[in-house]
């Protein structure tokens, strides 16, 4: 049986850290609030002409470094994102491009904080199929550019960040990822969306002028969905691979609010020592939270072969997503 391994990971945070003492200057908020509800410390903004896909070749190269794979050996680029440099082409055919990855075909992917694992779900598909061999899957934001920073609901929340993986083919293999999960509900789509500028409102003075441009989220409402969604995401995994909560070696869930993830870790029954946090330093970079996380865990030695890692993730549309994977 051919199972998509990861051969490497890689991230790229801008270097502009945003605190939330900064942010108490711009809007009536305090520090103490937002960390009491949210556990978000600190976030990274992207610079001044820094944009998604710099971010994403950067997590890209050092993903394709740490794996030791040329880009012109990647067959198939996926990018999950919803701050893409343009409303098309593509920022994965940026990415392509900056990379040097002549071989891949390479596509966006719109599933909001759900992009990075849709997009693995996919790669995986693509690999067990036989179609290619080494796929390049990225999450990467710029969600700075779409807040409302007059907004304390929302602008407190997000940040900017990309991560990676390479996913190659192994053949008969037993670690790996061993399973995906992708669900959506898009009759939540005006609880957290960006009502312009698609092709349902173009832009216009009015539009500008009505902040028509800025992410909108009801955020007490999305809180219990997502509690709900990523407890059944991640009770979906495990029982489809036969195991329960302490065969996990490390569980990844998407970064949006810590009590988020403690209300989702105690109802799977996850203790606090499997659950990866670092929402405090990043707050919520939607579908770069996964793979930034997933790199940092590599890169800090967490991950051991045979570990079993679970990632779970929820995000705008509604989607929610999962993978599991043993790690090789
Ligand atoms: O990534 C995809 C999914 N996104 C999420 O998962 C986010 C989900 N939602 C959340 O994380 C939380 O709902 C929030 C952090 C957004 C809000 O926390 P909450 O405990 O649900 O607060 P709330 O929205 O019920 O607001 C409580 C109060 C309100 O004041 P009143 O109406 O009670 O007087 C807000 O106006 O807190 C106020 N508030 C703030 N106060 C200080 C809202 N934002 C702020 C702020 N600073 N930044």
Same mark, same amino acid.
């Given at each position: 049986?051919?199972? *998509? /391994?990861?051969?490497?990971?890689?991230?790229?945070?801008?270097?502009?850290?945003?605190?939330?003492?900064?942010?108490? +200057?711009?809007?009536?908020?305090?520090?103490? !609030?937002?960390?009491?509800?949210?556990?978000?410390?600190?976030?990274?903004? =992207?610079?001044?002409?820094?944009?998604?896909?710099?971010?994403?070749?950067?997590?890209?190269?050092?993903?394709?470094?740490? *794996?030791?794979?040329? =880009?012109?050996?990647?067959?198939?680029? %996926?990018?999950?994102?919803?701050?893409?440099?343009?409303? !098309?082409?593509?920022?994965?055919?940026?990415?392509?491009?900056?990379?040097?990855?002549?071989?891949?075909?390479?596509?966006?992917?719109?599933?909001?904080?759900?992009?990075?694992?849709?997009?693995?779900?996919? =790669? &995986?598909?693509?690999?067990?199929?036989?179609?290619?061999?080494?796929?390049?899957?990225?999450?990467?934001?710029?969600? &700075?550019?779409?807040?409302?920073?007059?907004?304390?609901?929302?602008?407190?929340?997000?940040?900017?960040?990309?991560?990676?993986?390479?996913?190659?083919?192994?053949?008969?293999?037993?670690? @790996? #990822?061993?399973?995906?999960?992708?669900?959506?509900?898009?009759?939540?789509?005006? #609880?957290?969306?960006?009502?312009?500028?698609?092709? /349902?409102?173009?832009?216009?003075?009015?539009?500008?002028?009505?902040?028509?441009? $800025?992410? +909108?989220?009801?955020?007490?409402?999305?809180?219990? %969905? =997502? %509690? /709900? &969604?990523?407890?059944?995401?991640?009770?979906?995994?495990?029982? *489809?691979?036969? #195991?329960?909560?302490?065969?996990?070696?490390? $569980?990844?869930?998407h970064q949006a609010n810590?009590?988020i993830?403690?209300?989702?870790? +105690?109802?799977?029954?996850?203790?606090?020592?499997?659950?990866?946090?670092?929402?405090?330093?990043?707050?919520n970079?939607?579908?770069?939270?996964?793979?930034?996380?997933?790199?940092? *865990?590599?890169?800090?030695?967490?991950?051991?072969?045979?570990?079993? %890692?679970?990632?779970?993730?929820? @995000?705008?549309?509604?989607? !929610?997503?999962?993978? #599991?994977? /043993?790690? &090789?």
């Amino acid at each position: 049986m051919i199972r *998509a /391994r990861i051969a490497g990971t890689g991230s790229c945070m801008p270097e502009k850290v945003m605190t939330n003492f900064d942010l108490e +200057k711009l809007v009536d908020t305090t520090n103490d !609030w937002i960390v009491t509800r949210t556990g978000i410390k600190e976030r990274r903004i =992207a610079a001044e002409g820094e944009f998604t896909s710099d971010l994403a070749t950067r997590a890209a190269e050092r993903a394709l470094e740490m *794996a030791g794979i040329p =880009a012109s050996e990647i067959d198939l680029i %996926v990018l999950g994102t919803v701050t893409g440099d343009y409303p !098309w082409p593509s920022t994965a055919c940026i990415v392509q491009n900056n990379l040097g990855a002549k071989n891949a075909y390479a596509y966006d992917l719109s599933a909001a904080c759900s992009g990075f694992l849709y997009g693995l779900g996919c =790669a &995986s598909d693509f690999i067990q199929s036989g179609r290619g061999k080494k796929v390049l899957v990225i999450g990467a934001e710029t969600l &700075s550019r779409i807040l409302d920073w007059t907004d304390r609901n929302t602008c407190v929340l997000f940040g900017d960040g990309a991560g990676a993986v390479v996913l190659e083919a192994a053949e008969n293999s037993e670690t @790996g #990822l061993l399973s995906t999960h992708m669900h959506s509900d898009g009759s939540y789509l005006d #609880l957290l969306y960006q009502p312009g500028f698609g092709t /349902r409102m173009m832009p216009s003075v009015q539009g500008v002028e009505t902040g028509a441009f $800025f992410l +909108k989220m009801q955020g007490n409402e999305v809180f219990k %969905v =997502a %509690v /709900r &969604s990523l407890t059944d995401i991640s009770n979906e995994a495990l029982a *489809a691979n036969n #195991l329960s909560a302490e065969d996990i070696a490390l $569980f990844i869930p998407h970064q949006a609010n810590k009590r988020i993830l403690e209300a989702t870790a +105690k109802r799977i029954k996850m203790k606090e020592e499997q659950v990866y946090v670092n929402v405090h330093r990043y707050g919520n970079t939607s579908s770069a939270t996964i793979p930034v996380a997933l790199d940092e *865990a590599n890169r800090a030695g967490l991950l051991k072969v045979d570990d079993n %890692v679970l990632l779970s993730a929820f @995000g705008g549309g509604f989607t !929610w997503a999962s993978a #599991l994977i /043993r790690w &090789s």
